[in-house]
C-alpha cells in the first residue's frame, strides 16, 4: 500500500466528517473504533517501514500550486515514525479513558480532526503543507479547552492560541525567506524540505532563519520564558485536552528543531548550543523548583512537562547520535508517561472535583491499584532505569557530556529535584492517614480506567527492558541526519562539534 | 505665455478649494459638491499634462472621469434623495449611526 | 549448565516477586511467603553451586542475555558475570535474604499487607543480584536505582502512618524517611551518572573489562575524576557523611527490612562498587586515600553518636554506618579482598543482631526505647544469645568472625603507616564493644524496666528462631575461613599481604585492639548490667546532647537546606513565574488591547470626521513619500 501515510492523515478527517451523522449514543463507540483503526494502520506502517532505511520512506508527490513550487509532499522516517505511532495511541487511549459526556459527539469529531493534523505535521515534507497542519492543530485544540475547559477556560484557551499562533507566524516569515532564498540561488521555487536540505546557507542567513524558525518551536515546546500559557491550558483542559497537549503537541516544537533547525542550518545550530543549553538548563531547575511549589496536582505535572520539555531540547543540541537519538527517544517516553500522568489526575478528579493535594492524603490505602499505577509512572517520569523514561534521559546527558560537563552536571540534578516534587505529590496525596471524610469512600479504578492505563503501563515497562525496536529505526536516521550535517557544515567549528557516530563513518 | 505650472497651479488651487469643502463641509450634498471640484481639478491636470508630452492618454483619462463622475452623480443624488427622505436632513453630524 | 544456574540465581527472586504481586491486594496468605522464601533458597542453591564451581576450577561464566540499549556508538547488554567477587556477593546476600524471608513469615504474621510485603523484599532481592552480577556499570546502575525504589518501598511500607513532629520521632514518618532516602541516593546518583559519562567518552565503553583493559591509556585527571564520581556514588548507597542522615531514618521501615537491606546488602553496594572497579582506584591514589579517611572519620562518627543513643534499631544502625566506614577505609587503603571479607563476616553478624532487635520489637510489641526494656534475659533465651553472639562478634572478641575481618582493616592501616587512621579506628573498636554491650545488657540484663503487668514479653516462633541460626553459625566460625577466602578472591582482587615489620608486631597490634574491644565490654557491663542508673548531669552535658542529637546535622539540613528551597520554590513561582514572566506577556496583550481600545474613539460614526482622518493619512504618506524620494 503505497499510499499509506495520506490514509493515515485523511482516514481520521473523513471518519471524523461522516461523525456528524452517527447517532450521539454510539459516538463514542465510533471514536474508539476509528482511532483503533488508526493506532492499527500506523502499526502497519511501522511493520512495513524498513528499519535499516535510514532516509525518508512511503513519499508520496503531488504538486499543488507548482509556479511556487508547492506540493502536497509527505514521508517518514525513523524520528517521525514513532511519534505518529504515538499520536494514534494516545489519541486512542484518551478516547478510551475519556470520562466526558456532556456534547460528546462534538469532543469525538474534534479529536478525529485533531488526530489528522498531528499526523500531518510529523508526516509533511513540504513547508508549507507543515505550517498548514500546524496551524490548524490549534482549532480543535482551542474548541477543546474552549469548551470543556475549567472555570478559566477561555483565558487559557485565549492565551493558547494567540500565543502559540504569534510563534508560527513568524515562523512563517522564516520560511517564505527560506523559499525566497532558495529561488535566488537555484532559479526555482521550492517549498519542499527536502530541497531545502540540500541548501548551503551563509552563516548571517542561518543565524536569522533559524531565529524565526525558533520562535516558532520554542513557543510550542515550550521553552523558558515562553511557557507561561502551558500551566493555564493544562490547569483549564479536561483531561483528554491535557492529555493530547502533553503528548504530542509539545513534541511538534522539539520535533521541528529535528526536522528543521539542526539540518537546514548546521552551523546556526552550532553556534546557538550554549544559549539554548543555557535555556534548557533553566528550564530544567526553574520550572522543577516551580512545580514543587504547586498546590495542584496537574499543575505539577504541568510544569514538570516543561522541566522534561528541557531534557529533550539539551539532547538535540548535543550534535552526536547519542543525545540526538536519546532526545526522540525522550519525546516518546514523555508524551507516554505524561499522558498517563494526566489520565491518573483526571480519575481522581473525576471522583472528588478537586486536585488540590491538600485535600487527599492517603489514597494509598484506599485505591490500591491506582496508587501502583499512579506510582509506576512517577518512577517512568523520575528516570528509574528499566522504565521508559531512564533510556532517553540517560542518552541525552551521556550525549550533553560530551558538549559540556559542566552543564550536564546542572542538567542532570533534574534526577534529584524531579524526584523530590515527584515524591512529594506521592507523599502527599497517597501516602499518611485518610484524613478527609470524603477520600473514604472512593472507589478504585473502574474497568474502562484499568484498560486504558494498562497498556501505558505495560509500554513503558517493555521500552524501558527492550528499547531497541523503537531505538535502532531513531538512532538510523539520526546518524545518517549527522553524516549529512557534518558534510553540510561550512565553518570549522560546526564541523568539529558534529560528531558523527564511528559506525556511520564512511558513507551514508 | 502661460504654461504647465500656470495650469497645475490652477488645478492645485481648485483641488485645495475641493479639499477644504471635504474637510469642513457637514452637509452630505455640499461634500458630493466638493468631490466633484475636487475631479475637476484633477481633469484640468491631466489635459495640461497631456498636452504638454503630446501623449493622448491623460486627455482620455479626463473623458474616462467626466463619464464615471456623471455616473456618479447620478448614483449618488438617488442615494441621497432615500437618505433625506429617510432621516429628513443631509447634516452628517445627525447622521453617525455607526459610532464605534 | 552454569549459564542456567545464572538465571537461575538471578530470576528466582524475581519470580518470587512477581508471585507474590499477584497477591499483593489480597488478604495475608501465608503460602505466598513460603513460596517466596522456597524460591529465595533456591537462588541461594544455585549461587552456592555456581560459588563451588567457580572455586574449584578458577573459572568466571560471562553471559550475555541480549542488547540492552544501543545508540550511536553506545551499546550496553544485559549481562552478567560471575566471578570470585560477584560470587560471593550472590552468595551473601541470597543466603541472608533467604533468612529474612523465612524471618518475615513470622515477623509479619500480623499485617494486613503480609503479601505485599513480600513481593517488595523480593524485588529488592532481584535488583540487588543484577547489581553484583552485571558485566558493565550500566547494569550495575539499574540494580543500584532498583534497590533504591525498592528501599523506597519497604521503608514506606507502613505508609498509613502520619508525620509527626521531629521531636516525638527522629524520622518524622516512615513516608517522609523512605523520600528522604530516595533523594539523598538520587544526590549520590548523578554522580555515579557523572562517573559513567567520564568513563563512556574517555573509553568508549561500559563493559567492565574493556574499561580496566583501557586504564593504562587515560589521564591522571580523568581517572581522578572517574574514581570521585563514582565514590560519590558510593557514598550515596552506602551512607557515607555527609549523606548519612537517610540511614539511621530507614530504621522506620520494618525490621527484617533493616536487616536485610540498611544492614548486609544494600548499603554495602558503595563498598561492592570501590571494589568492583578496583583497577580504576588502585590508580588514583588521592582518591583513594580520601576514600580511606573519610571511612576512618565516618566509623568513629557513627560510633560517637551510637554511644548515648535510645533507640534499639537506631544503635544498630549507627553501627552499621560506622562498619560501612571500616570497610571504606580498609578499600581505600587497597586491601580490597579485605573489604570484602568484612562486608560478608558484617552481614551475617549485623543481620542477626537486627533480627534479634525484631524479636525484642516484637515482644515489647514495638517498644524500641531501651531505657524502657531491661530482664528480657529471661523470656526470650534465645534471642538472647543471638544478639550476644552477634554483639560478640561486632565487638571483635576472637574466634567471633568480626575479631579477623576487623582486625584485618585496623592492621592495614598499620600497615600503610597511617597511624592517625589506624589510632582511630583502634579507639573505635572500643567505642563500638562499648555501645553494643549497653545495648545487650540494657535490653536484656538488670530489672525490667516496662509495665510487667500490661506486658509480657514471649519468645519469637520456633521455626523462626531456627532459621536465624545459620547467620548465627556464620557469625561465630566465619573467620575461620579467612585464609581460603584471600586464596580465592585474590585470584581476581589484588592480594594484599602485610609487611615482614607489620607481621612481627602482629601480637602486639591484636592485643592493642583485644584490650580497646573488652575494655569497652567491661566499661559497659559496670555501668549497665545491673540495671540503668541516669546521670542527669551526663545527659544535660552539651557533649551528650549533641550526640543524641547526631549533631545536630538532620536539624542543620532542614534549616539550611530543606526550607530554603521549599522557600525559594514558592519565591519562583508566585514572584517570578507569575509576577514577572507571565506578567510580561500578558502586559503585551494588554498593550495590544489598550491600544485598540483607545484609537476606537476615532470610529465617531461621523463620515467628516473620517474625511478629515483620511486626509491626514494622505498628507502623511505624501510627506512620507517626499522624505524617502528626497532621501533617494
Same mark, same amino acid.
Given at each position: 500500500?503505497?499510499?499509506?501515510?495520506?490514509?493515515?492523515?485523511?482516514?481520521?478527517?473523513?471518519?471524523?466528517?461522516?461523525?456528524?451523522?452517527?447517532?450521539?449514543?454510539?459516538?463514542?463507540?465510533?471514536?474508539?473504533?476509528?482511532?483503533?483503526?488508526?493506532?492499527?494502520?500506523?502499526?502497519?506502517?511501522?511493520?512495513?517501514?524498513?528499519?535499516?532505511?535510514?532516509?525518508?520512506?512511503?513519499?508520496?508527490?503531488?504538486?499543488?500550486?507548482?509556479?511556487?513550487?508547492?506540493?502536497?509532499?509527505?514521508?517518514?522516517?525513523?524520528?517521525?515514525?514513532?511519534?505518529?505511532?504515538?499520536?494514534?495511541?494516545?489519541?486512542?487511549?484518551?478516547?478510551?479513558?475519556?470520562?466526558?459526556?456532556?456534547?460528546?459527539?462534538?469532543?469525538?469529531?474534534?479529536?478525529?480532526?485533531?488526530?489528522?493534523?498531528?499526523?500531518?505535521?510529523?508526516?509533511?515534507?513540504?513547508?508549507?503543507?507543515?505550517?498548514?497542519?500546524?496551524?490548524?492543530?490549534?482549532?480543535?485544540?482551542?474548541?477543546?479547552?474552549?469548551?470543556?475547559?475549567?472555570?478559566?477556560?477561555?483565558?487559557?484557551?485565549?492565551?493558547?492560541?494567540?500565543?502559540?499562533?504569534?510563534?508560527?507566524?513568524?515562523?512563517?516569515?522564516?520560511?517564505?525567506?527560506?523559499?525566497?532564498?532558495?529561488?535566488?540561488?537555484?532559479?526555482?521555487?521550492?517549498?519542499?524540505?527536502?530541497?531545502?536540505?540540500?541548501?548551503?546557507?551563509?552563516?548571517?542567513?542561518?543565524?536569522?532563519?533559524?531565529?524565526?524558525?525558533?520562535?516558532?518551536?520554542?513557543?510550542?515546546?515550550?521553552?523558558?520564558?515562553?511557557?507561561?500559557?502551558?500551566?493555564?491550558?493544562?490547569?483549564?483542559?479536561?483531561?483528554?485536552?491535557?492529555?493530547?497537549?502533553?503528548?504530542?503537541?509539545?513534541?511538534?516544537?522539539?520535533?521541528?528543531?529535528?526536522?528543521?533547525?539542526?539540518?537546514?542550518?548546521?552551523?546556526?545550530?552550532?553556534?546557538?548550543?550554549?544559549?539554548?543549553?543555557?535555556?534548557?538548563?533553566?528550564?530544567?531547575?526553574?520550572?522543577?523548583?516551580?512545580?514543587?511549589?504547586?498546590?495542584?496536582?496537574?499543575?505539577?505535572?504541568?510544569?514538570?512537562?516543561?522541566?522534561?520539555?528541557?531534557?529533550?531540547?539539551?539532547?538535540?543540541?548535543?550534535?552526536?547520535?547519542?543525545?540526538?537519538?536519546?532526545?526522540?527517544?525522550?519525546?516518546?517516553?514523555?508524551?507516554?508517561?505524561?499522558?498517563?500522568?494526566?489520565?491518573?489526575?483526571?480519575?481522581?478528579?473525576?471522583?472528588?472535583?478537586?486536585?488540590?493535594?491538600?485535600?487527599?492524603?492517603?489514597?494509598?490505602?484506599?485505591?490500591?491499584?491506582?496508587?501502583?499505577?499512579?506510582?509506576?509512572?512517577?518512577?517512568?517520569?523520575?528516570?528509574?532505569?528499566?522504565?521508559?523514561?531512564?533510556?532517553?534521559?540517560?542518552?541525552?546527558?551521556?550525549?550533553?557530556?560530551?558538549?559540556?560537563?559542566?552543564?550536564?552536571?546542572?542538567?542532570?540534578?533534574?534526577?534529584?529535584?524531579?524526584?523530590?516534587?515527584?515524591?512529594?505529590?506521592?507523599?502527599?496525596?497517597?501516602?499518611?492517614?485518610?484524613?478527609?471524610?470524603?477520600?473514604?469512600?472512593?472507589?478504585?479504578?473502574?474497568?474502562?480506567?484499568?484498560?486504558?492505563?494498562?497498556?501505558?503501563?505495560?509500554?513503558?515497562?517493555?521500552?524501558?527492558?527492550?528499547?531497541?525496536?523503537?531505538?535502532?529505526?531513531?538512532?538510523?536516521?539520526?546518524?545518517?541526519?549527522?553524516?549529512?550535517?557534518?558534510?553540510?557544515?561550512?565553518?570549522?567549528?560546526?564541523?568539529?562539534?558534529?560528531?558523527?557516530?564511528?559506525?556511520?563513518?564512511?558513507?551514508? | 505665455?502661460?504654461?504647465?505650472?500656470?495650469?497645475?497651479?490652477?488645478?492645485?488651487?481648485?483641488?485645495?478649494?475641493?479639499?477644504?469643502?471635504?474637510?469642513?463641509?457637514?452637509?452630505?450634498?455640499?461634500?458630493?459638491?466638493?468631490?466633484?471640484?475636487?475631479?475637476?481639478?484633477?481633469?484640468?491636470?491631466?489635459?495640461?499634462?497631456?498636452?504638454?508630452?503630446?501623449?493622448?492618454?491623460?486627455?482620455?483619462?479626463?473623458?474616462?472621469?467626466?463619464?464615471?463622475?456623471?455616473?456618479?452623480?447620478?448614483?449618488?443624488?438617488?442615494?441621497?434623495?432615500?437618505?433625506?427622505?429617510?432621516?429628513?436632513?443631509?447634516?452628517?453630524?445627525?447622521?453617525?449611526?455607526?459610532?464605534? | 549448565?552454569?549459564?542456567?544456574?545464572?538465571?537461575?540465581?538471578?530470576?528466582?527472586?524475581?519470580?518470587?516477586?512477581?508471585?507474590?504481586?499477584?497477591?499483593?491486594?489480597?488478604?495475608?496468605?501465608?503460602?505466598?511467603?513460603?513460596?517466596?522464601?522456597?524460591?529465595?533458597?533456591?537462588?541461594?542453591?544455585?549461587?552456592?553451586?555456581?560459588?563451588?564451581?567457580?572455586?574449584?576450577?578458577?573459572?568466571?561464566?560471562?553471559?550475555?542475555?541480549?542488547?540492552?540499549?544501543?545508540?550511536?556508538?553506545?551499546?550496553?547488554?544485559?549481562?552478567?558475570?560471575?566471578?570470585?567477587?560477584?560470587?560471593?556477593?550472590?552468595?551473601?546476600?541470597?543466603?541472608?535474604? @533467604?533468612?529474612?524471608?523465612?524471618?518475615?513469615?513470622?515477623?509479619?504474621?500480623?499485617?494486613?499487607?503480609?503479601?505485599?510485603?513480600?513481593?517488595?523484599?523480593?524485588?529488592?532481592?532481584?535488583?540487588?543480584?543484577?547489581?553484583?552480577?552485571?558485566?558493565?556499570?550500566?547494569?550495575?546502575?539499574?540494580?543500584?536505582?532498583?534497590?533504591?525504589?525498592?528501599?523506597?518501598?519497604?521503608?514506606?511500607?507502613?505508609?498509613?502512618?502520619?508525620?509527626?513532629?521531629?521531636?516525638?520521632?527522629?524520622?518524622?514518618?516512615?513516608?517522609?524517611?523512605?523520600?528522604?532516602?530516595?533523594?539523598?541516593?538520587?544526590?549520590?546518583?548523578?554522580?555515579?551518572?557523572?562517573?559513567?559519562?567520564?568513563?563512556?567518552?574517555?573509553?568508549?565503553?561500559?563493559?567492565?573489562?574493556?574499561?580496566?583493559?583501557?586504564?593504562?591509556?587515560?589521564?591522571?585527571?580523568?581517572?581522578?575524576?572517574?574514581?570521585?564520581?563514582?565514590?560519590?556514588?558510593?557514598?550515596?548507597?552506602?551512607?557515607?557523611?555527609?549523606?548519612?542522615?537517610?540511614?539511621?531514618?530507614?530504621?522506620?521501615?520494618? @525490621?527484617?527490612?533493616?536487616?536485610?537491606?540498611?544492614?548486609?546488602?544494600?548499603?554495602?553496594?558503595?563498598?561492592?562498587?570501590?571494589?568492583?572497579?578496583?583497577?580504576?582506584?588502585?590508580?588514583?591514589?588521592?582518591?583513594?586515600?580520601?576514600?580511606?579517611?573519610?571511612? @576512618?572519620?565516618?566509623?568513629?562518627?557513627?560510633?560517637?553518636?551510637?554511644?548515648?543513643?535510645?533507640?534499639?534499631?537506631?544503635?544498630?544502625?549507627?553501627?552499621?554506618?560506622?562498619?560501612?566506614?571500616?570497610?571504606?577505609?580498609?578499600?581505600?587503603?587497597?586491601?580490597?579482598?579485605?573489604?570484602?571479607?568484612?562486608?560478608?563476616?558484617?552481614?551475617?553478624?549485623?543481620?542477626?543482631?537486627?533480627?534479634?532487635?525484631?524479636?525484642?520489637?516484637?515482644?515489647?510489641?514495638?517498644?524500641?526505647?531501651?531505657?524502657?526494656?531491661?530482664?528480657?534475659?529471661?523470656?526470650?533465651?534465645?534471642?538472647?544469645?543471638?544478639?550476644?553472639?552477634?554483639?560478640?562478634?561486632?565487638?571483635?572478641?576472637?574466634?567471633?568472625?568480626?575479631?579477623?575481618?576487623?582486625?584485618?582493616?585496623?592492621?592495614?592501616?598499620?600497615?600503610?603507616?597511617?597511624?592517625?587512621?589506624?589510632?582511630?579506628?583502634?579507639?573505635?573498636?572500643?567505642? @563500638?564493644?562499648?555501645?553494643?554491650?549497653?545495648?545487650?545488657?540494657?535490653?536484656?540484663?538488670?530489672?525490667?524496666?516496662?509495665?510487667?503487668?500490661?506486658?509480657?514479653?514471649?519468645?519469637?516462633?520456633?521455626?523462626?528462631?531456627?532459621?536465624?541460626?545459620?547467620?548465627?553459625?556464620?557469625?561465630?566460625?566465619?573467620?575461620?575461613?579467612?585464609?581460603?577466602?584471600?586464596?580465592?578472591?585474590?585470584?581476581?582482587?589484588?592480594?594484599?599481604?602485610?609487611?615482614?615489620?607489620?607481621?612481627?608486631?602482629?601480637?602486639?597490634?591484636?592485643?592493642?585492639?583485644?584490650?580497646?574491644?573488652?575494655?569497652?565490654?567491661?566499661?559497659?557491663?559496670?555501668?549497665?548490667?545491673?540495671?540503668?542508673?541516669?546521670?542527669?548531669?551526663?545527659?544535660?552535658?552539651?557533649?551528650?546532647?549533641?550526640?543524641?542529637?547526631?549533631?545536630?546535622?538532620?536539624?542543620?539540613?532542614?534549616?539550611?537546606?530543606?526550607?530554603?528551597?521549599?522557600?525559594?520554590?514558592?519565591?519562583?513561582?508566585?514572584?517570578?513565574?507569575?509576577?514577572?514572566?507571565?506578567?510580561?506577556?500578558?502586559?503585551?496583550?494588554?498593550?495590544?488591547?489598550?491600544?485598540?481600545?483607545?484609537?476606537?474613539?476615532?470610529?465617531?460614526?461621523?463620515?467628516?470626521?473620517?474625511?478629515?482622518?483620511?486626509?491626514?493619512?494622505?498628507?502623511?504618506?505624501?510627506?512620507?513619500?517626499?522624505?524617502?524620494?528626497?532621501?533617494?
Amino acid at each position: 500500500m503505497d499510499n499509506i501515510l495520506s490514509v493515515l492523515v485523511f482516514f481520521p478527517a473523513i471518519a471524523g466528517l461522516l461523525g456528524f451523522v452517527v447517532d450521539k449514543e454510539s459516538a463514542r463507540t465510533y471514536g474508539i473504533t476509528v482511532a483503533a483503526i488508526e493506532l492499527f494502520l500506523s502499526l502497519w506502517l511501522w511493520f512495513s517501514f524498513d528499519s535499516a532505511n535510514a532516509g525518508m520512506q512511503f513519499v508520496e508527490m503531488i504538486p499543488l500550486i507548482p509556479d511556487f513550487g508547492v506540493s502536497y509532499y509527505i514521508g517518514v522516517d525513523g524520528i517521525s515514525l514513532f511519534i505518529i505511532i504515538m499520536a494514534a495511541l494516545m489519541t486512542l487511549i484518551g478516547m478510551m479513558s475519556m470520562s466526558i459526556t456532556k456534547n460528546i459527539k462534538n469532543m469525538i469529531i474534534t479529536l478525529l480532526f485533531l488526530e489528522m493534523t498531528m499526523i500531518g505535521v510529523f508526516v509533511a515534507l513540504d513547508a508549507i503543507i507543515f505550517y498548514l497542519f500546524w496551524e490548524l492543530s490549534l482549532v480543535p485544540m482551542l474548541y477543546i479547552i474552549g469548551a470543556w475547559g475549567g472555570p478559566l477556560r477561555v483565558y487559557a484557551s485565549i492565551k493558547f492560541f494567540l500565543y502559540t499562533f504569534a510563534g508560527s507566524l513568524i515562523m512563517l516569515v522564516g520560511m517564505l525567506f527560506m523559499a525566497y532564498v532558495y529561488h535566488n540561488l537555484t532559479g526555482v521555487w521550492s517549498f519542499a524540505i527536502t530541497d531545502w536540505y540540500a541548501l548551503v546557507l551563509p552563516v548571517d542567513y542561518q543565524l536569522w532563519l533559524f531565529a524565526a524558525f525558533f520562535f516558532g518551536f520554542a513557543i510550542k515546546v515550550p521553552m523558558f520564558p515562553f511557557h507561561t500559557w502551558l500551566p493555564y491550558a493544562h490547569g483549564q483542559a479536561p483531561t483528554i485536552g491535557s492529555v493530547i497537549l502533553a503528548a504530542v503537541l509539545l513534541k511538534m516544537g522539539t520535533y521541528g528543531f529535528v526536522r528543521f533547525s539542526l539540518p537546514m542550518f548546521p552551523d546556526a545550530s552550532v553556534m546557538m548550543i550554549t544559549p539554548i543549553a543555557v535555556i534548557s538548563i533553566i528550564m530544567i531547575i526553574y520550572t522543577a523548583m516551580v512545580a514543587y511549589a504547586q498546590k495542584d496536582i496537574k499543575q505539577v505535572i504541568a510544569y514538570s512537562s516543561v522541566s522534561h520539555m528541557g531534557i529533550i531540547m539539551l539532547g538535540i543540541f548535543a550534535m552526536n547520535a547519542e543525545g540526538i537519538s536519546g532526545s526522540v527517544f525522550q519525546m516518546l517516553s514523555h508524551g507516554i508517561v505524561s499522558g498517563a500522568l494526566f489520565m491518573l489526575v483526571g480519575v481522581i478528579y473525576d471522583r472528588r472535583h478537586t486536585k488540590l493535594m491538600s485535600e487527599f492524603g492517603g489514597l494509598a490505602s484506599v485505591m490500591p491499584k491506582y496508587a501502583v499505577i499512579f506510582g509506576i509512572m512517577l518512577m517512568a517520569a523520575v528516570g528509574l532505569p528499566l522504565t521508559i523514561g531512564f533510556v532517553g534521559e540517560f542518552l541525552v546527558l551521556l550525549g550533553f557530556y560530551q558538549v559540556s560537563p559542566i552543564m550536564t552536571i546542572l542538567a542532570g540534578t533534574s534526577i534529584i529535584i524531579g524526584a523530590i516534587y515527584m515524591l512529594a505529590v506521592y507523599k502527599k496525596s497517597f501516602f499518611g492517614p485518610v484524613t478527609n471524610e470524603a477520600n473514604k469512600t472512593l472507589k478504585d479504578l473502574d474497568a474502562k480506567e484499568t484498560w486504558s492505563l494498562v497498556p501505558l503501563v505495560l509500554i513503558v515497562i517493555w521500552l524501558g527492558i527492550y528499547p531497541k525496536p523503537v531505538l535502532e529505526p531513531i538512532d538510523n536516521s539520526v546518524k545518517a541526519m549527522l553524516v549529512f550535517m557534518d558534510e553540510k557544515a561550512i565553518t570549522k567549528e560546526a564541523k568539529d562539534m558534529i560528531k558523527v557516530a564511528k559506525s556511520s563513518q564512511g558513507g551514508v | 505665455m502661460i504654461g504647465l505650472s500656470h495650469y497645475l497651479i490652477v488645478s492645485a488651487l481648485i483641488f485645495s478649494i475641493g479639499l477644504m469643502g471635504v474637510l469642513r463641509r457637514r452637509n452630505l450634498l455640499m461634500l458630493f459638491f466638493a468631490t466633484e471640484v475636487m475631479l475637476n481639478a484633477v481633469n484640468i491636470a491631466f489635459a495640461a499634462i497631456s498636452h504638454y508630452y503630446n501623449d493622448l492618454t491623460g486627455q482620455m483619462f479626463a473623458f474616462f472621469i467626466i463619464a464615471i463622475a456623471a455616473s456618479e452623480v447620478a448614483v449618488g443624488l438617488g442615494i441621497l434623495i432615500v437618505l433625506y427622505k429617510k432621516h429628513g436632513t443631509l447634516d452628517l453630524d445627525d447622521l453617525a449611526s455607526m459610532k464605534g | 549448565m552454569m549459564e542456567n544456574l545464572v538465571y537461575i540465581a538471578l530470576f528466582a527472586p524475581f519470580a518470587s516477586s512477581l508471585f507474590a504481586a499477584l497477591f499483593g491486594m489480597s488478604p495475608r496468605q501465608t503460602f505466598v511467603g513460603i513460596i517466596a522464601s522456597l524460591l529465595l533458597f533456591t537462588s541461594f542453591v544455585a549461587s552456592a553451586l555456581l560459588a563451588y564451581y567457580v572455586y574449584t576450577t578458577g573459572n568466571s561464566i560471562h553471559v550475555t542475555m541480549m542488547e540492552w540499549i544501543s545508540a550511536g556508538d553506545l551499546t550496553i547488554p544485559f549481562g552478567f558475570l560471575v566471578d570470585q567477587v560477584s560470587v560471593t556477593m550472590m552468595t551473601v546476600v541470597t543466603l541472608v535474604s @533467604t533468612v529474612v524471608h523465612i524471618y518475615s513469615i513470622g515477623y509479619m504474621d500480623h499485617d494486613k499487607s503480609f503479601n505485599r510485603f513480600f513481593s517488595y523484599l523480593s524485588a529488592f532481592v532481584f535488583s540487588m543480584m543484577i547489581l553484583v552480577m552485571s558485566d558493565n556499570f550500566a547494569g550495575l546502575f539499574i540494580g543500584w536505582e532498583g534497590v533504591g525504589v525498592c528501599s523506597w518501598l519497604l521503608i514506606g511500607f507502613w505508609y498509613h502512618k502520619a508525620d509527626v513532629t521531629r521531636d516525638e520521632n527522629p524520622s518524622i514518618s516512615p513516608s517522609w524517611a523512605a523520600n528522604e532516602a530516595f533523594i539523598v541516593n538520587r544526590i549520590a546518583d548523578l554522580g555515579m551518572l557523572v562517573g559513567l559519562f567520564i568513563i563512556y567518552w574517555n573509553v568508549g565503553s561500559l563493559q567492565y573489562d574493556v574499561v580496566f583493559s583501557a586504564l593504562p591509556n587515560l589521564s591522571g585527571s580523568v581517572l581522578n575524576a572517574a574514581a570521585l564520581a563514582l565514590f560519590i556514588g558510593a557514598m550515596g548507597k552506602s551512607a557515607q557523611f555527609p549523606l548519612h542522615t537517610w540511614l539511621t531514618d530507614a530504621m522506620e521501615g520494618p @525490621t527484617p527490612v533493616s536487616a536485610l537491606i540498611h544492614a548486609a546488602t544494600m548499603v554495602t553496594a558503595g563498598v561492592f562498587l570501590v571494589i568492583r572497579a578496583n583497577p580504576i582506584f588502585s590508580m588514583t591514589p588521592e582518591v583513594s586515600f580520601f576514600i580511606a579517611a573519610l571511612g @576512618t572519620f565516618v566509623a568513629f562518627f557513627a560510633a560517637s553518636m551510637a554511644l548515648v543513643n535510645r533507640d534499639l534499631k537506631r544503635i544498630i544502625a549507627f553501627s552499621t554506618l560506622s562498619q560501612l566506614g571500616y570497610m571504606f577505609a580498609a578499600a581505600g587503603l587497597g586491601a580490597y579482598w579485605i573489604a570484602l571479607f568484612h562486608l560478608a563476616a558484617h552481614a551475617f553478624f549485623k543481620a542477626l543482631l537486627f533480627l534479634g532487635a525484631g524479636n525484642v520489637m516484637h515482644a515489647m510489641h514495638d517498644e524500641l526505647d531501651i531505657f524502657k526494656m531491661g530482664g528480657l534475659k529471661k523470656a526470650m533465651n534465645w534471642t538472647y544469645a543471638y544478639m550476644g553472639v552477634a554483639s560478640l562478634a561486632l565487638a571483635g572478641i576472637p574466634v567471633f568472625a568480626g575479631f579477623f575481618s576487623k582486625d584485618a582493616i585496623i592492621e592495614t592501616a598499620f600497615n600503610e603507616g597511617t597511624y592517625v587512621l589506624w589510632a582511630i579506628l583502634v579507639l573505635t573498636a572500643g567505642m @563500638t564493644a562499648f555501645y553494643s554491650f549497653r545495648q545487650v545488657f540494657l535490653t536484656f540484663h538488670g530489672k525490667a524496666r516496662y509495665d510487667e503487668s500490661t506486658l509480657h514479653p514471649h519468645e519469637m516462633y520456633k521455626f523462626v528462631l531456627i532459621a536465624m541460626s545459620p547467620l548465627a553459625l556464620l557469625a561465630v566460625i566465619a573467620g575461620f575461613f579467612m585464609g581460603g577466602f584471600q586464596t580465592f578472591v585474590t585470584k581476581l582482587l589484588p592480594d594484599y599481604v602485610m609487611s615482614e615489620h607489620t607481621h612481627h608486631l602482629i601480637w602486639v597490634l591484636t592485643a592493642v585492639v583485644l584490650v580497646f574491644a573488652v575494655g569497652g565490654i567491661w566499661l559497659a557491663y559496670k555501668k549497665y548490667a545491673n540495671g540503668l542508673k541516669r546521670d542527669e548531669e551526663l545527659e544535660n552535658s552539651f557533649i551528650y546532647k549533641l550526640l543524641a542529637n547526631q549533631y545536630y546535622i538532620p536539624q542543620f539540613y532542614e534549616e539550611f537546606i530543606t526550607k530554603p528551597y521549599a522557600m525559594l520554590s514558592e519565591k519562583m513561582w508566585t514572584s517570578v513565574d507569575m509576577k514577572i514572566v507571565d506578567a510580561t506577556v500578558d502586559g503585551i496583550a494588554k498593550l495590544i488591547y489598550k491600544s485598540g481600545d483607545g484609537s476606537r474613539k476615532m470610529q465617531t460614526g461621523n463620515l467628516s470626521n473620517y474625511l478629515n482622518w483620511m486626509a491626514v493619512g494622505a498628507v502623511l504618506l505624501l510627506v512620507v513619500a517626499a522624505i524617502s524620494a528626497m532621501l533617494g
